[in-house]
């Protein structure tokens, strides 16, 4: 059974950086595309950022390339990422998901996403 077990969000202001983490059981995250999305009250679940399986090539959204960094520590089995100068505009439930027979043109859907995390906050306000 794959579980993913997230940590890290929180409140912070605007400009300040966060770090999520994911780690996973059951499935390895070196040969699973693993993503992370996000979820704004009212508002469809929203692509952020990927790493096809085996790849170290990241694949973002344009709303958080530059400011969001996906990584992955295979010898840990965790995903990370790491969110800089954050805007109110980030405020969401923040996910990981993984999968592990995602073609490359499907990894920005959710709904092929088989397994997810728990989800956590991240709130940006002053």
């Known amino acids: 059974q794959v579980q993913l077990n997230q940590a890290g969000g929180g409140l912070v202001q605007p400009g300040d950086s966060l770090r999520l983490s994911c780690v996973a059981s059951?499935?390895?995250?070196?040969?699973?595309?693993v993503a992370w999305f996000r979820q704004a009250p009212g508002k469809e679940r929203e692509f952020l950022a990927a790493?096809?399986?085996?790849?170290?090539?990241?694949h973002y959204a344009d709303a958080v390339r530059g400011r969001f960094t996906i990584s992955r520590d295979n010898a840990k089995n965790t995903v990370y990422l790491q969110m800089n100068n954050l805007k109110p505009e980030d405020t969401a439930v923040y996910y990981c998901?993984?999968?592990?027979?995602?073609?490359?043109?499907?990894?920005?859907?959710?709904?092929?996403?088989?397994?997810w995390g728990q989800g956590t906050q991240v709130t940006v306000s002053s």
């Open positions: 998901a993984v999968d592990s027979n995602l073609i490359l043109s499907s990894i920005r859907v959710s709904s092929q996403y088989d397994y």
């Open positions: 790493l096809f399986r085996g790849g170290s090539t990241p």
């Open positions: 059951g499935r390895t995250v070196s040969r699973a595309v």
